[in-house]
């Protein structure tokens, strides 16, 4: 870590215990679930206020999930747009559609992708964070940091003055270039992509779109999806190779490529800007108390819509671990779990999706013929297949990811691992529960009565649902004991109560219901 040398205002604890560097999605998120759960949070940014363009624009199921547990899922569904299809395309003609609707029915509550711009997305994190009565610090900058003793020191400049403020723990959400992980000396392991692309947001003639569209052709793509609170359309592409090198492109530099490959005419541009993909992973998660989350940590293709998503995942993973152990009802060891759950994640996701966005926007001959004959020729025999379309649906919306494995999971009943994300009972609304966001048994069928004493025991809320076919089709068992994190994931599932005891003495947990 890097000590400051500043020293024009002497060093005082704040009030606040946890520091958060960014307030874009990532931050707001874990500000977010750290207030509402009760510990005294700070968060800052340098920008002046939440951001203006709607960069990134998809709010995958599993982060709709999280927002329910939060109470304003409804309120993010409502404020955006479900995508009904997407329109593949060459030369203008289109070789498939992919139906949306409801393409995970059975498997979420929100069965659908949610197109959902940036900007409104931030203004309602931040104003969701106000009425939990935390207010964005802007024009704030972390300058230096360093230990000090059990507590993190740092130093703070705004309009000029500087303030050495002690924490007991510092969580960058700084985005890609993170002064936070430059801080702590870790490296950002990766590359760029060699094409550059352009994003715009558009009106255009015929009115607005609820679809999404992507016109291939062997020199590149056209991406367009849509912006619901403006009305607009979002416009993702690769910039034409006889303008790649130019600086401050326009959007009419484009227009005629974008236009003649989508099909469509551009009426008004909003917002136009153009940008390097990189892929890249930092090596730890975690230095003593400090840990990275969100772009800071990794960043990689726009596939799938997976950035902002993985970066939410990781502020609720490590929120709850946060809360628990500032609020006294778990070992500080329990932050060790957050690295080991969201750094293999991160790594595979970007081996993923950079070997598809290889395909798709490679400049070769292998780009060439994957867009022009490949997809075409497998995208239509893919559709026809619901059970593929499902499998799609789970990768893309985040439903399939697991800490198997990890330190915080054991056990097996049914399909349903420690380390699973809690099935979703079609019909019953299990997830209801989870809206307490604390540790929480649940049963499907009878709670034995012993069982219920141990757990009234250990102050841990049973919740018992009736056994249904849904239950065992989502891979649960009748009475079976699943112990549930305040994330809705499977810590521990067992079929009887004999594990139960141990596991939560071996991570020193403490339940107050």
Request: with cysteine.
């Amino acid at each position: 870590m890097i000590a400051s040398d500043e020293s024009a205002a002497p060093t005082r604890a704040a009030p606040a215990q946890v520091l958060i560097v960014g307030a874009g999605p990532t931050g707001l998120v874990l500000a977010l679930w750290l207030a509402r759960s009760g510990v005294p949070v700070r968060i800052i940014d340098i920008k002046a206020g939440p951001g203006e363009a709607s960069r990134a624009m998809v709010a995958h199921a599993r982060t709709l999930e999280f927002y329910r547990q939060l109470g304003f899922a409804d309120a993010v569904v409502a404020g955006g747009v479900r995508l009904e299809a997407i329109h593949l395309q060459k030369a203008g003609h289109q070789f498939a559609e992919l139906p949306l609707r409801d393409m995970g029915t059975g498997i979420t509550p929100f069965p659908f992708m949610l197109a959902y711009p940036q900007d409104d997305h931030e203004r309602l994190l931040v104003e969701k964070l106000r009425e939990a009565g935390v207010a964005v610090d802007w024009n704030t900058e972390l300058v230096e940091f360093g230990p000090a003793e059990d507590r993190v020191r740092v130093t703070l400049r705004r309009d000029g003055n500087i303030d050495n403020v002690e924490y007991n723990y510092l969580c960058g959400c700084d985005g890609a270039h993170s002064r936070v992980r430059h801080g702590l000396g870790l490296s950002f392991v990766g590359g760029t992509y060699e094409n550059l692309y352009y994003v715009a947001d558009v009106q255009v003639e015929g009115g607005f779109r609820r679809d999404g569209f992507v016109n291939f052709a062997g020199d590149g793509f056209v991406l367009m999806l849509p912006v619901h609170s403006s009305g607009m359309q979002r416009l993702i592409g690769i910039v034409p190779s006889e303008h790649s090198g130019r600086n401050e492109l326009k959007f009419d530099d484009v227009r005629g490529y974008a236009e003649r490959l989508i099909g469509v005419r551009v009426t008004e541009v909003n917002w136009f800007s153009t940008y390097r993909v990189h892929h890249r992973v930092t090596e730890k998660f975690q230095v003593d108390r400090c840990f990275l989350a969100g772009d800071a940590a990794h960043v990689h293709s726009p596939v799938g819509g997976q950035g902002m998503n993985t970066g939410i995942g990781d502020a609720v993973n490590l929120a709850w671990k946060l809360a628990s152990v500032v609020n006294g009802r778990a070992a500080p060891s329990l932050l060790d779990t957050y690295e080991p759950e969201r750094h293999p994640f991160a790594l595979s996701l970007v081996k993923t999706t950079d070997r598809v966005f290889a395909l798709v926007a490679g400049h070769g001959l292998t780009g060439r013929l994957f867009r022009t004959a490949v997809l075409p020729f497998l995208v239509p025999a893919f559709v026809w297949f619901s059970r593929a379309r499902r499998l799609l649906f789970r990768l893309v919306s985040q439903v399939r990811i697991n800490y198997r494995g990890r330190p915080l999971a054991a056990g097996a009943v049914g399909t349903v691992h420690g380390g699973d994300r809690l099935p979703w009972v079609q019909g019953g609304d299990n997830f209801d529960p989870l809206r307490s966001r604390e540790w929480q048994i649940h049963v499907y069928g009878k709670v034995d009565p012993q069982f219920r004493e141990l757990a009234g025991g250990l102050a841990l809320a049973i919740y018992e649902f009736p056994w249904s076919e849904a239950a065992g089709h989502a891979g649960l068992n009748r009475n079976g004991i699943y112990l549930v994190r305040p994330d809705g994931y499977v810590a521990l599932a067992c079929p009887t109560e004999a594990r139960l005891s141990e596991f939560v003495a071996r991570h020193r947990l403490k339940f107050d219901h």
